[in-house]
């Protein structure tokens, strides 16, 4: 089996071209990384109408009759700040249309999103047979998520393919649809009728693309070794934690990498001041700037709470809401919140901040550099998540020196280490989590930070241990490689 030197690196978005959340941040840094390492690594992606007005030039490099009413070319151009080539599907009744990669401007899921992603994932098939004239055939074919999971699936039937390897960003999404989805894909792409069974990717009479990764990839893994384990248990694994506790052997958890070259408060040209953990005075700066912008009082001694992501109860929205009443009776700190999710949560932040507006600072939406701000200008930031597959905000505030408080779930357990006595004298403490899911947790943990907070000394300590961990995503690619190496082992097992 040759090594994973050339790496087909299978993804739905990709920052800084398209990005809707986690899987965005990962697929734009990750293959970067590899790269780094020496590993010729591609990149496939969707010809989204966003992503091909940002790509220049595209060269068309093969042409598919899949047995669509129009055929797929294949064009190709170049990753932003990279040297990867990026090959983009383009199937303009599919791809070419304005907005999110899943959903219309109401919010819906696009009607045709199974075929949108059968069709990208049999053309992943063809490109990792070298079936479209790229004289290019990679040794791993790296699947992201359920948009990718029928590539693996179809990949499997072949004696002469490449490995496959699937990684589960969140197992909360796992694109099922009805029966009646697969009969009319099976018709029109030709699909093999023993793939709508139980082994395979029906899921309680449904069709699963996420069951197409998890029953056939070569190897499993998940963003975070917690999470990894934390899925296969009824709590967190959406129903499919039987087949992820068959497959355990295969399944690993890999933690996230941050982007230093992005997240980092010595070079950020986002924010109002840089600095460094030498130069902690000038974090100031940027709590200035941001009590500025928000609208709240410019006071340097009130800790300020930050908070930024989707307002949705995987987030633990409803958790802060409900702690937020008597925290404010009982301490002073004012909170920024910077997000957007479900409308009836994203009134009640509006509707909280109304009561409190020298407190409470609400902007919904989202905007790169108010997060970066958020970031720098706040002292806590703010994580109380339900369940997280990794989580990368918690790893840039370390980085900013702004302590993370976070529930201990998933890859939040795997990067927050608590503040207590102990940790406090062997120096390990880097932030302050908590582990039941209640608003008296909730409000308990912040109100250990606000007592924190108040002894300078002990803070500052805690803020440069922060500073000093390490999430480089050349952590994080080298032990991909390791995955790759693993299922390679099992892809020769199956011959």
């Known amino acids: 089996m040759s090594a994973a030197n050339k790496i087909l690196f299978a ?126 055939r990679p040794n791993v074919v790296h699947c992201n998520d359920w948009q990718t999971g029928l590539a693996a699936a179809l990949l499997a039937r072949h004696h002469e393919r490449p490995t496959t390897a699937f990684t589960v960003h969140n197992l909360a999404y796992q694109g099922n649809f009805p029966a ?54 009824p709590e967190f694994g959406c129903g499919l934690d039987g087949l992820l506790n068959f497959r355990a052997g295969d399944l690993e958890g890999i933690l996230n990498g941050a982007d230093y070259a992005i997240w980092n408060p010595a070079q950020d040209t986002m924010i109002a001041q840089t600095y460094d953990a030498e130069h902690l005075e000038q974090k100031y700066v940027n709590k200035h700037a941001l009590q500025q912008q928000m609208g709240l009082p410019i006071e340097r001694d009130t800790p300020l709470i930050g908070m930024v992501g989707r307002l949705v109860e995987q987030k633990g929205v409803s958790l802060v809401l409900q702690a937020l009443p008597d925290l404010a009776s009982r301490f002073e700190f004012q909170l920024v919140v910077l997000g957007s999710g479900d409308l009836a949560l994203e009134q009640a932040f509006r509707r909280m901040a109304a009561l409190h507006p020298t407190r409470i600072a609400v902007r919904t939406g989202f905007s790169e550099p108010m997060a970066h701000l958020i970031e720098a200008g706040s002292d806590m930031f703010l994580m109380p998540s339900l369940f997280e597959p990794c989580g990368l905000n918690q790893m840039y505030s370390l980085r900013y020196g702004t302590v993370p408080i976070v529930r201990h779930t998933g890859g939040l357990a795997d990067t927050v280490r608590d503040t207590t006595a102990g940790s406090l004298r062997d120096g390990t403490a880097n932030g302050i989590s908590f582990v039941e899911c209640t608003e008296k947790a909730l409000a308990d943990a912040i109100g250990r930070a606000l007592g924190l907070y108040e002894q300078k000394a002990v803070w500052r300590a805690l803020m440069a241990r922060a500073m000093a961990d390490n999430y480089s995503w050349e952590r994080s690619a080298r032990s991909y490689l390791q995955l790759y190496a693993k299922a390679a082992k099992n892809r020769a097992k199956k011959g």
């Open 11 to 136: 993804t739905s978005e990709a920052a800084p071209l398209i990005k809707t959340g986690g899987l965005g941040d990962v697929s734009g840094s990750l293959p970067v990384a590899l790269k780094a390492l020496r590993k010729d690594v591609r990149m496939v992606l969707p010809a989204y109408r966003e992503v091909v007005a940002k790509v220049k030039p595209l060269n068309v490099v093969g042409v598919l009759d899949l047995g669509l009413p129009h055929s797929v070319r294949i064009l190709e151009g170049q990753f932003p700040n990279s040297k990867i080539p990026l090959l983009l599907i383009d199937a303009p009744s599919h791809f070419d249309r304005a907005g999110n990669p899943y959903v219309d401007a109401a919010g819906k899921d696009w009607a045709d999103n199974a075929e949108r992603f059968a069709v990208y994932s049999k053309v992943i098939e063809r490109i990792a047979l070298d079936d479209v004239g790229l004289n290019w």
């Open 180 to 233: 009646s989805t697969f009969r009319a894909l099976q018709a029109l792409l030709k699909l093999p009728s023993e793939l709508f069974r139980y082994d395979a990717m029906e899921f309680h009479g449904q069709f699963s693309f996420i069951k197409g990764g998890l029953a056939f990839a070569d190897r499993i893994n998940t963003v975070s070794p917690t999470y990894a384990k934390e899925i296969r248990t």
